[in-house]
């Protein structure tokens, strides 16, 4: 780690003003960024004695290798460009809030022929009603599925839909009385819309018509002695009874409000909100989080709701009302980030009396009780990954800490379809979002080691190429427009591509491990580390993990390193190389899949896959392509006359022979299926 008298800034250097500043990494990495009123006390509090720090805040410090800082104009701008540096860096020394899903909504499609019930996130769509938010989505189809028994509204997709009336049967819901079957003409269009306003009206409140209605219907079948009758209003009663029990009105009907609350202890904190619309609770959710800092409430308050808040794609989803545990110490500037997000007025505060002050103390029963499981669940896990981590360490003799793991195995079939995998394991836990896979051809596709070289080569030599084109990230004051800088972006974080060929937009390589693994034994390892020694890389250990005997084989050592079979440090080991095995087998499979599929019209000269697919598209299959004419082939977009004439010639060879077409068409080699 770094001493943090290394890049400490002398105090001249730091201006008194208002501003944002940011940790980085040795590697570049930003990994806390924060605002202050005086970046110079605010700064110099980071630097004093390190036994005075949060335990966190210490860490953070000592796995920083330089600080920089924005000055701005106003504590409304430092708000603002945190809360930009934050979504744009997610600094893993941050407290963060924000999940990766939009508000869950119970939506109406009004605006089509036959109206939808489903769940909707992200933006509101014209036409559409929405009733929520709910959380979990769980909740949401509880909900309906309660109501379809009263209120058979169509719930399908569209292709379901077309399918079921092109063949003149329901779906299934239609088959359980789920579904009024609208696409088989059961129900008018116009009594199908009629169907989807009630459960509209319903969701809406009023909840009491259609029970009397309902009580009136069995009365009568009881005194027409249709019992089953009466017994199926019975339960639609029931059902209704239970959809209103859960939105019961709670605050009176114009209220829209979300109302938070906190627990804490000194090292993590809890946080749940409920989501209060037309005065019912519409949906919970809740966070988890660990304190970098010894934060006060008012602090925690101001970071979760610009990150909960600033993260909605559908600003008009922010309430009119927000009500906290504790005000911030800047309140006013939050409330006007808000209101600017919103684009209307938003009142942030506490509530003293009253109803809200009673629902604001469930909330925070909810808080504590979530804390309270959150700490039972999770303090044998934490225990148990910090001890795997420190016993690995200590086993491979290692002076920095494990916080980055990187595994990588090697698959094939008989030296077919190579490919590689790189997983990541980062303070113990996967980071999916860093992981990669490697098609692996040529001279480096002969053996396991050839390809293991090649892959470390071209992971390492991408961090090596990001390293030189970041250059060194000095300590100073930096100007806003250095934010956009593209070769200062983090990863985009989107899945797993493929990393072959040309170089990433973004630093996607840009961090080294601590460790890196390989499965296999003496060979792998030993071309895993000439691999890194080629590159000039020498601070970045090397060990394989045998599977036969489980035994850990370092580079030069002629015997390898057994670790207990009940040591915490094999078993994670383990786990992030069956991890790896396995993402190297997905994406084997779906290589050998696609490169198992051969068609008729593969190989012919100047029909590429666009023009293959556009064909298909024209003529919709092979064997109609056969029997087209060169000018029927020139009818298709990109096909001009010399390619019609050389795809007419390759599909209908001069024999002419009926008995040669089977040969011609598409075989799957997998399954020995013909496909047209």
Same mark, same amino acid.
């Given at each position: 780690?770094?001493?943090?008298? =290394? ?40 630097? +004093? ?40 860096? &997610? ?7 924000? !999940? ?54 169509? =719930? ?31 129900? *008018? ?34 005194? !027409? ?77 101001? +970071? ?25 110490? $800047? ?15 938003? $009142? ?6 009253? !109803? ?90 002969? !053996? ?26 000095? =300590? ?37 491990? *601590? ?11 030993? *071309? ?126 001069? &024999? ?11 075989? $799957? ?8």
């Amino acid at each position: 780690m770094a001493d943090p008298a =290394t890049y400490r800034p002398r105090p001249g250097e730091v201006p008194t003003s208002p501003g944002v500043y940011r940790f980085r990494d040795p590697d570049g990495r930003v990994i806390y960024v924060g605002k202050a009123k005086n970046l110079r006390s605010r700064l110099s509090s980071y630097f +004093q004695d390190p036994g005075g720090l949060h335990p966190k805040t210490r860490t953070m410090v000592y796995t920083a290798g330089s600080v920089e800082w924005t000055v701005v104009g106003s504590e409304l701008e430092a708000l603002q460009l945190e809360y930009t540096w934050i979504k744009q860096y &997610t600094p893993r020394f941050n407290i963060m809030y924000r !999940d990766d899903k939009s508000y869950p909504y119970l939506a109406v499609t009004m605006n089509e022929k036959y109206p939808r019930v489903q769940v909707m996130r992200g933006d509101k769509r014209k036409g559409v009603k929405y009733f929520g938010p709910f959380h979990p989505a769980k909740a949401i189809r509880e909900t309906v599925d309660l109501m379809l028994r009263v209120f058979p509204v169509r =719930t399908c997709s569209s292709g379901v839909f077309r399918r079921a009336e092109l063949s003149g049967r329901p779906c299934l819901m239609g088959y359980i009385d789920k579904c009024a079957a609208p696409c088989v003409g059961r129900i *008018s269009p116009d009594e199908h819309r009629k169907l989807a306003q009630d459960f509209c009206d319903f969701m809406a409140g009023d909840a009491h018509v259609y029970i009397r209605r309902l009580e009136t219907q069995m009365k009568e079948a009881v005194a !027409d002695l249709r019992y089953e009758d009466a017994a199926r209003r019975r339960d639609d009663i029931a059902a209704l009874k239970r959809v209103f029990e859960r939105n019961a009105v709670v605050l009176p009907e114009s209220t829209e409000a979300d109302i938070f609350a906190i627990a804490e202890d000194e090292l993590e904190a809890a946080v749940q909100v409920f989501h209060v619309r037309e005065g019912r609770i519409r949906g919970q959710r809740g966070w988890v989080v660990e304190k970098v800092e010894d934060v006060s409430p008012g602090t925690m308050v101001e +970071q979760l709701l610009e990150q909960v808040y600033g993260s909605l794609e559908d600003t008009s989803r922010i309430p009119r009302e927000v009500l906290v545990p504790q005000l911030p110490d $800047n309140a006013e500037q939050v409330a006007a980030l808000l209101t600017g997000i919103r684009g209307a007025n938003v $009142n942030l505060r506490v509530p003293q009396r009253g !109803d809200k002050k009673a629902l604001m103390d469930t909330v925070k029963e909810n808080a504590e009780l979530a804390l309270r499981l959150h700490k039972s669940r999770r303090s044998g896990d934490l225990t148990t990954r910090s001890a795997a981590l420190r016993e690995l360490q200590e086993a491979l003799e290692l002076d920095e800490p494990l916080l980055r793991i990187e595994c990588y195995d090697i698959s094939h079939v008989s030296g077919t379809n190579v490919v590689g995998s790189m997983v990541v394991v980062e303070d113990g836990l996967p980071k999916k979002s860093d992981y990669r896979k490697f098609s692996v051809t040529g001279d480096a596709a002969r !053996d396991d080691t050839a390809a293991m070289r090649n892959v470390l080569t071209r992971r390492f030599r991408h961090y090596l190429e990001d390293q030189e084109r970041s250059g060194t990230f000095a =300590t100073g004051e930096i100007g806003p427009e250095e934010t956009s800088d593209g070769a200062d972006a983090l990863p985009d974080g989107g899945g797993a591509p493929a990393a072959e060929g040309a170089r990433p937009a973004s630093r996607r390589f840009a961090y080294p491990p *601590s460790l890196v693994v390989v499965d296999g034994g003496p060979p792998q390892v030993a *071309s895993a580390a000439q691999a890194l020694r080629d590159l000039g890389i020498e601070d970045v250990p090397v060990v394989g993990l045998a599977k036969r005997l489980e035994e850990l084989w370092l580079p030069g050592d002629e015997f390898p390193l057994v670790l207990p079979r009940a040591s915490q440090g094999l078993y994670l080991l383990q786990r992030i190389r069956d991890e790896s095995h396995r993402f190297a087998i997905t994406f084997h499979r779906a290589k050998r899949g696609s490169s198992m599929v051969s068609s008729a019209l593969d190989g012919i000269e100047g029909l590429g896959p666009a023009k293959q697919k556009a064909l298909l598209k024209h003529f919709g299959s092979v064997k109609r392509i056969r029997a087209a004419t060169v000018e029927h082939l020139q009818e298709v977009k990109g096909i001009g006359p010399a390619l019609a004439e050389t795809v007419h010639a390759a599909l209908r060879p001069e &024999t002419g022979s009926e008995e040669a077409a089977p040969t011609l068409r598409g075989v $799957n080699l997998t399954t020995g299926e013909i496909l047209d």
